[in-house]
């Protein structure tokens, strides 16, 4: 199990002693988010961009680029089945599961619908007897993401990106949706410990 220590300031000499990353959900849609799926640069590079389904929670601290109790991710919307909009949310050795609504992100003056947010549980093993964590997830999207459409861009430069282009004209690309994720643990001596889901997973299997 990965430790959940993270970076810390000292790898960011421009931000100022004490900085505390803590913005309301509109200001992560606005000026990160958005900022994000159009390819705009964003205040700080503070945000990590993972294929995050690709990890268990307890691992995704130290990937993270900042972070302490709580931490932030760019990730790619992956899908269940190629042709639909279903998003798939399988994890290494459980599952994502969604809770509740979907809450819509207001603009603080409140009269426009900036983006959705939906709160998910990680769950350890296989649906529908996964073993419940304390691992939480805020997943943020844009309203009407999945239809966006920016400029041709240099793909050279974008190499390193998870983004994925497909061509639908001489000079436009359709780019599959961003999410942007916070991930926290919350404090429940009650639940299952990492170790203990590997240890029930490994005796099921």
Same mark, same amino acid.
């Given at each position: 199990?990965? &430790?959940?220590? @993270? @970076?810390?300031?000292?790898? /960011?000499? #421009?931000?100022?002693?004490?900085?505390?990353?803590h913005p309301t959900d509109e200001e992560l849609v606005v000026y990160y988010l958005k900022k994000k799926a159009s390819s705009i640069p964003?205040? $700080?590079? %503070?945000?990590?961009?993972?294929?995050l389904y690709k990890f268990d929670p307890w691992e995704l601290p130290s990937k993270a680029t900042f972070?302490?109790?709580?931490?932030?991710?760019? &990730?790619?919307?992956?899908? *269940?089945?190629? #042709?639909?909009?279903?998003? #798939?949310?399988?994890?290494?050795s459980g599952y994502w599961k969604a809770t509740g609504t979907d809450k819509p992100i207001l603009s603080s003056r409140g009269d426009q619908k900036v983006g959705v947010k939906k709160a998910l549980v990680f769950y350890g093993g296989k649906p529908p007897k996964g073993i419940k964590t304390?691992?939480?997830?805020?997943?943020?999207?844009? $309203?009407?993401?999945?239809?966006? *459409?920016?400029?041709? $861009?240099?793909?050279?430069?974008? *190499?390193? &990106? =998870?983004r994925? /282009?497909?061509?639908?004209?001489?000079?436009?690309? %359709? =780019?599959?949706e961003w999410v942007l994720c916070r991930i926290y643990k919350k404090?429940?001596? &009650?639940?299952?410990?990492?170790?203990?889901?590997? %240890?029930?997973i490994t005796i099921i299997t």
């Open positions: 199990m990965e &430790s959940t220590d @993270s @970076s810390t300031c000292s790898q /960011y000499p #421009n931000l100022p002693p004490g900085f505390r990353f964003l205040p $700080v590079a %503070i945000i990590a961009e993972i294929d972070g302490d109790q709580e931490w932030y991710f760019f &990730s790619p919307r992956d899908r *269940k089945y190629p #042709n639909g909009t279903r998003p #798939n949310r399988a994890a290494t304390n691992w939480i997830m805020h997943e943020y999207r844009l $309203v009407d993401n999945a239809s966006f *459409k920016s400029p041709i $861009v240099n793909l050279a430069n974008r *190499k390193g &990106s =998870l994925l /282009y497909q061509e639908q004209e001489y000079d436009w690309f %359709i =780019l599959d404090n429940n001596g &009650s639940r299952p410990t990492e170790r203990d889901i590997q %240890i029930i």
